[in-house]
């Protein structure tokens, strides 16, 4: 029984992790997995040495929108030049930047030199390189897999990843700050850059792209490729739900403290419970879409999670129970993550590599654009009416994107066969063949 049940569970380790196969793209994962450690380190010092110099909540807000604004307004422009760049040559200048930032921020704190103004100008500095740094990397992970087969694996691992560098960062850096300050977490930030500098230097460039002229000037590329976006049915559907799942998913996670507190009447215990839940979910999730053997299938899932999403998050409004909101949480926040996953494998899988850039661009602004907006709906509805009204009518939301989608599904899959039959995902003799994204 132990030999059985071991020979199972390598099985699936190997199946988990097919992506690393792919000597590039380990050297990718953990290259970005330190990377990831200390940019969750440094935005939860930031916060808190923003609060420490202000006191004011009005000044957290202004740091936050003066990050993301470059993101949400240069990502396209970043998408055009992605597309002309070696991708790995230009994710090690993003690096340097996003290093020397941090020294700075570092160097600023340290010396007793950091003011309200100097932290709004690094933070929109870092916010510019995002705009570049996030469209790359996601459009670098293609040139690091052999078999498209694996993209899935691939992006499935990032996102754990991801949520894992979101739970340990920011643990490391209440225990740093509090005992050294927040200096010290900026520090920390510009050597995990080093680390993943190393690792991507340590790639080879045998697969990827080589750097490439624009035949166009840049708005004339940037038009191309957002007509490209819009006019691909696929595509364009995919950012639409991106756009509805950023502002619904970003929302509900702004009234968990309100539920905590007055619907469930606990505490901060009860929220923190809440918060892990819907990162166990997301946990469990982006497992299941790293053992998918392939990419097929991906259609229905994305289907499935819509109303996965939407009955949750309308289950969650309604209960009033902690365990049952417990189990409804974590599977909002599982569902949310597993369709923004499965959409971006699906992008990534169809989209032609010379807009490649320009759309996971779009992709980027999707799902940072409607963020803050979603945040904002949310706090003024659960102001105008309650918290469970804000999170019911976000369930809704969901709910109607994913009747939509459904309904789009078949003509979504004759769209989608001939491109994966022609990049061998979808075999090309056998017609029978269960559709790709059924």
């Known amino acids: 029984m132990k030999t059985l049940f071991y020979k199972h569970f390598v099985s699936a380790t190997r199946v988990a992790f097919r992506a690393f196969r792919y000597r590039n793209?380990?050297?990718?994962?953990?290259?970005q997995g330190i990377s990831l450690i200390g940019t969750w380190m440094q935005s939860v010092a930031t916060n808190w040495l923003v609060y420490r110099l202000t006191h004011s909540s009005l000044y957290l807000g202004i740091v936050a929108f003066f990050g993301q604004i470059p993101v949400l307004l240069l990502s396209p422009f970043a998408g055009v030049f992605n597309d002309r760049w070696n991708r790995r040559i230009a994710l090690l200048i993003i690096q340097f930047l996003a290093l020397s930032q941090a020294l700075v921020l570092a160097c600023v704190t340290v010396t007793g030199n950091a003011v309200i103004w100097n932290i709004i100008a690094l933070t929109f500095f870092l916010?510019?390189?995002n705009s570049f740094e996030m469209p790359t990397r996601q459009s670098l992970v293609v040139e690091l897999i052999g078999d498209q087969n694996d993209l899935g694996n691939a992006i499935a691992l990032n996102s754990?990843?991801?949520?894992?560098?979101?739970?340990?960062?920011?643990a490391i850096a209440g225990v740093l700050v509090a005992r050294y300050g927040e200096g010290v977490c900026f520090f920390t930030n510009a050597a995990t850059y080093l680390a993943a500098?190393?690792?991507?230097?340590?790639?080879?460039?045998?697969?990827?792209?080589?750097?490439?002229?624009?035949?166009?000037?840049?708005?004339?590329?940037?038009?191309?490729?957002f007509l490209y976006a819009l006019r691909f049915a696929p595509i364009r559907d995919l950012l639409l739900l991106i756009l509805l799942l950023s502002f619904v998913g970003m929302s509900f996670p702004v009234v968990l403290p309100v539920f905590a507190a007055t619907i469930l009447g606990g505490g901060s215990t009860v929220y923190g419970a809440l918060v892990a839940a819907s990162g166990f979910g997301a946990f469990v999730a982006t497992m299941y879409?790293?053992?998918?053997?392939?990419?097929?299938?991906?259609?229905?899932?994305?289907?499935?999670?819509?109303?996965?999403?939407?009955?949750?998050?309308?289950?969650?409004?309604?209960?009033?129970?902690?365990?049952f909101s417990l189990l409804l949480i974590s599977i909002a926040g599982g569902s949310m993550i597993l369709n923004m996953a499965a959409c971006n494998t699906i992008i990534q899988t169809i989209v032609e590599e010379s807009k490649r850039g320009r759309v996971m661009s779009m992709y980027v602004m999707a799902f940072m654009g409607s963020a803050p907006l979603g945040s904002i709906f949310a706090g003024y509805m659960a102001k105008a009416f309650s918290a469970p009204v804000a999170v019911f009518i976000g369930g809704l939301c969901v709910l109607c994107g994913g009747v939509l989608f459904a309904r789009r599904l078949p003509n979504f899959r004759s769209l989608?066969?001939?491109?994966?039959?022609?990049?061998?995902?979808?075999?090309?003799?056998?017609?029978?063949?269960e559709s790709p994204v059924e």
């Open 289 to 323: 879409l790293a053992i998918r053997p392939s990419v097929l299938g991906l259609g229905k899932i994305v289907a499935i999670g819509m109303f996965l999403f939407g009955f949750s998050l309308i289950g969650f409004s309604l209960i009033r129970n902690l365990v």
């Open 127 to 129: 916010g510019l390189i």
């Open 197 to 225: 500098i190393i690792m991507f230097s340590m790639m080879k460039n045998k697969g990827m792209r080589r750097e490439s002229e624009g035949k166009k000037n840049i708005i004339d590329e940037l038009k191309e490729g």
């Open 25 to 31: 793209y380990r050297l990718f994962f953990f290259g």
């Open 416 to 433: 989608i066969q001939p491109i994966y039959r022609q990049k061998g995902i979808y075999p090309r003799g056998n017609i029978q063949i």
């Open 160 to 170: 754990t990843v991801f949520n894992g560098a979101r739970l340990i960062g920011p």
